[in-house]
C-alpha cells in the first residue's frame, strides 16, 4: 500500500511540475523576455545577467540556481535536490525550445499577466515537491540562522536584486519589475494554499460546551478543548477555571464561525491566525503541501 501512494504521490508531482514549468515558460517567452522586462529572484537575476551579458538565458538559468540546489542538499533532501535539478533543467529547455506566442506589447498586461503565469508555475512547482526558483532555498537557510522570517528575507533579496537594476536598465523596467513580482508572489501564494486558506482559531468563552457542540455538529469541524485559567482584573477573575477551544476552519468558513459565537455568546474571547498547513484530522486538502 505505501509503494502504491508513493507511486501515486510521485506521478502528481511529475504532473504539477510539468505543468509548472510550462506555465513559466509562457510567462517568459509570452510576456516578459520579447518586451525586456524582469522579474525579482533567481529568475530575476538571470533576466538581470543576460542583459548585460551575452550568454545564453537557458545557460543562466542553471548557474545562477546551482548555488541554491547546492545548498537545499544540506538544508532540505538529496531528493529535493535532485528534484529541483531536474525542473531548472527542464525550464531552461523549455525557454530554448518552446516558441511561446507574443501576447501582447502593452506593458501594464505584460507585467501582470507575465508575473501570473510566472508565479503560477513557481506555485505549481512548489505542489509538486521542488522549486524553479532557488532564492526560496536561501530565505529558508538565511531564516534559520538569523530568526527573520522566510518572506521577509525574500523581500530583502528582491530589494537587492531591483536595487541593482536600477543600474543597469531603465527606471521604467525595473518599476514594471516591481509589478511583476507583486503580481507573481500574489499568485504562487494563491496556487500554494488555495482559496480555501486554513485559519486556526482559539476561543475563550463561559459557555465552551455549546460552541464545541456548534463546531461539530453545524460546522463540521473538529475541536481540541484545553484546560486554561482566567488571569482577568480583578481577585473574583483570578484563577477562574475555564475550557479553551481550539479549532482550524477555511477562509470562508471564519465569518460563519464568528457569527454562530456570536449568537451563543456575544463576550466570547476570539483569536484568529492563518495556517499555512495542515494533515490528519477533519481538514482536507486538494493537493499535497510541498515537503
Known amino acids: 500500500m505505501t509503494a502504491k501512494i508513493r507511486f501515486k504521490t510521485h506521478i502528481k ?3 504539477l511540475i510539468a505543468v509548472g514549468i510550462l506555465c513559466a515558460g509562457m510567462g517568459l517567452k509570452g510576456f516578459l523576455l520579447p518586451n525586456g522586462f524582469l522579474d525579482g529572484g533567481a529568475m530575476g537575476i538571470a533576466l538581470l545577467l543576460g542583459r548585460v551579458t551575452d550568454v545564453n538565458l537557458g545557460v543562466l538559468v542553471l548557474l545562477v540556481n546551482l548555488p541554491f540546489v ?3 542538499v544540506r538544508q532540505l533532501s538529496l531528493g529535493f535536490a535532485i528534484r529541483t535539478v531536474i ?3 527542464l525550464l531552461a ?8 506566442p507574443l501576447v501582447t506589447d502593452d506593458k501594464l498586461l505584460i507585467a501582470i499577466f507575465g508575473g501570473f503565469f510566472l508565479g503560477a508555475g513557481i506555485g505549481l512547482v512548489m505542489r509538486g515537491a521542488s522549486v524553479i526558483d532557488g532564492t526560496e532555498i536561501l530565505a529558508l537557510y538565511l531564516s534559520r540562522i538569523t530568526g527573520i522570517s522566510i518572506g521577509d528575507v525574500i523581500s530583502i533579496i528582491n530589494v537587492v536584486i531591483f536595487s541593482s537594476a536600477f543600474f543597469l536598465v531603465d527606471v521604467e523596467i525595473v518599476l514594471y519589475a516591481m509589478l511583476t513580482y507583486l503580481a507573481a508572489s500574489r499568485t504562487v501564494d494563491f496556487i500554494i494554499h488555495g482559496i480555501e486558506e486554513y485559519v486556526s482559531v482559539t476561543i475563550v468563552s463561559n459557555k465552551s460546551d455549546e460552541i464545541r457542540s456548534m463546531i461539530t455538529e453545524k460546522l463540521g469541524r473538529g475541536t481540541t478543548i484545553f484546560n486554561g485559567k482566567r488571569g482577568l482584573k480583578g481577585e473574583d477573575r ?10 482550524v476552519v477555511t477562509r470562508l468558513e471564519i465569518v460563519k464561525l464568528k457569527n454562530e459565537i456570536e449568537k451563543i455568546d456575544s463576550e466570547a ?6 495556517v499555512d498547513d495542515s494533515k490528519g484530522g477533519m481538514i482536507k486538502r486538494k493537493f499535497a503541501k510541498v515537503h
Open 13 to 15: 508531482n511529475s504532473f
Open 70 to 72: 547546492f545548498l537545499g
Open 87 to 89: 525542473s531548472v533543467i
Open 93 to 100: 529547455i523549455v525557454i530554448e525550445v518552446i516558441n511561446y
Open 238 to 247: 483570578q484563577n477562574v477555571d475555564v475550557d479553551i477551544l481550539f479549532t
Open 269 to 274: 474571547f476570539i483569536v484568529q491566525q492563518r
